[in-house]
């Protein structure tokens, strides 16, 4: 059963710092990794997603993977009250459809003003 | 405006009662799902559809059913609803041709309360 774990948090930052979203997951095997943003009352939407080790920058997001230590990381730079909202990792099947897209419980963010 | 839309927002439910949850995309995805999500558990897969005309079970299938009779609809069924089914249900799709780079969209949820 493949597993992913986040830190639930709270992790509360000022506004303008950098805050680190962090990620491990069980299965060596997998490929790619998505992060979902999720505010109170609403509905996941993605952000972004990342398959090559190394950094990916959209705007003020960058994502992070390491597949030899199994961890993907989401750092927003700048971080503004907005950001506050609850952030879920997600693997997808490697090679199946998404009846095996597992999600972490996710991690709240509050960005202080 | 394209995208997924769900009913009902929310609904209270007395215990042993059947209820139907519904579902429908018009982006003409292949793939569709249902999550329940509750409080530091994540989002949780009840049952998925690869296509129109078959089904599979997700991580939490007991208690609930789906059909998938065409491409927009999912419709997700309650036989004879229990308390531990209270939870904020998620609808989504996606074009999904396998790969594991296929983004799933999401629907607004809804609260369901059983007593």
């Known amino acids: 059963q493949k597993e992913v774990e986040q830190n639930s948090g709270p992790l509360s930052v000022p506004e303008g710092a950098i805050a680190s979203l962090n990620c491990t997951y069980s299965?060596?095997?997998?490929?790619?990794f998505f992060w979902y943003r999720q505010y109170s009352g609403k509905s996941p939407e993605l952000i972004m997603f990342?398959?090559?080790?190394g950094d990916k920058e959209d705007g003020r997001f960058t994502a992070q993977l390491n597949k030899a230590s199994q961890y993907v990381s989401l750092l927003i730079r700048d971080s503004q009250p907005s950001d506050s909202a609850t952030y879920l990792c997600?693997?997808?099947?490697?090679?199946?459809?998404?009846?095996?897209?597992?999600f972490g419980p996710g991690t709240r963010l509050s960005v202080l003003p | 405006i394209a995208g997924i839309t769900q009913a009902p927002t929310s609904q209270i439910l007395a215990a042993g009662r059947r209820m139907t949850l519904r579902c429908t995309q018009d982006?003409?995805?292949?793939?569709m799902y249902w999550y329940r999500q509750d409080l530091g558990l994540g989002l949780r897969l009840i049952h998925y559809?690869?296509?129109?005309?078959?089904?599979g079970k997700g991580e939490v299938p007991d208690g609930y059913s789906v059909s998938r009779a065409n491409t927009d609809d999912f419709p997700l069924t309650l036989a004879s609803a229990v308390p531990s089914q209270t939870s904020v249900y998620f609808c989504?799709?996606?074009?999904?041709?396998?790969?594991?780079?296929?983004?799933?969209?999401f629907g607004p949820g809804t609260r369901l309360t059983v007593l």
């Open positions: 989504a799709s996606s074009d999904s041709k396998g790969g594991g780079l296929d983004e799933q969209f």
């Open positions: 299965d060596r095997g997998s490929q790619s």
């Open positions: 990342i398959y090559s080790n």
């Open positions: 997600a693997v997808p099947p490697r090679d199946n459809y998404g009846q095996n897209f597992v």
């Open positions: 982006m003409r995805h292949n793939a």
């Open positions: 559809s690869n296509t129109a005309g078959t089904t």
